[in-house]
């Protein structure tokens, strides 16, 4: 996805309409000279989600802290690289999962259009293998939704300053991750994938897999997919044989 900067900004300047009907919502916050004059301290945020409720949930909420300013909201891929591109936030604020695309897409878009604003995620999604894709993908930060809402303006903060921020949850499912919750010699799984050999050795189709994590048949199926893969097998009575053997489902 390639956008021409002074497109974007002639844009801007001459068409709000047509702003609002490419994905682009300016919150009426700001215009050129109050973003030259705005003190150095107030952070700039970009919201991209593709709920309007979610977004204006989050605006609601962080309309509440005066060194956070929503500049602008965009609904998803492409409307999130135009919205950077004409506002130059210090923060963009990314759900992953968007209309068009995916928030890594995005990421990705933005390092090949030369911006680098602070990215943080606020996601449902929690699995540690897709939270250490997002953090490896640029991401400074990674949340999910059901923060609080000091904790997301105190996260916005500090992915401005450069800093890590990962919700203490998702640290512990990281922490795990890494240093592995099996025995030496044993495949590596995630905390994730180890909820899932459980449950396969209930007897439990994907569907079902899925609804008791809560997660979808698909990335159920994927899971059970790298489980094959990692412990190389094919069939699923063969995995649960061998994981039981290994000593994960004791």
Known sequence: MVIDGDAAGTDRAGDALGAEASGVRPTGHEDAASAASAPRDVVRVVLVDDHALV?????SVLGQFADISIVAEADNAEAAVKAVLAHEPDVVVLDLQLRDGDGVEVMTALVTQGLDPAVLVLSMQDDPDRVRDVLRAGARGYLL???????????????????WVIGEHLIDMLVDAFIGVIPLGVPSVTPREHQVLRLLAEGLPNRAVAERLGISTRTAQKHVENLFKKF??????????????SGLLG
Not at 151 to 161: C, K, P, S
């Open 232 to 245: 190389n097998v094919h069939v699923r009575r063969d995995l649960v044989v061998v994981a039981g053997r």
């Open 145 to 163: 939704k059901t923060v609080e809402p000091d904790e997301l303006a105190d996260g916005i903060r500090r992915v401005a300053d450069r800093r």
């Open 55 to 59: 977004r204006e949930g989050l605006r």
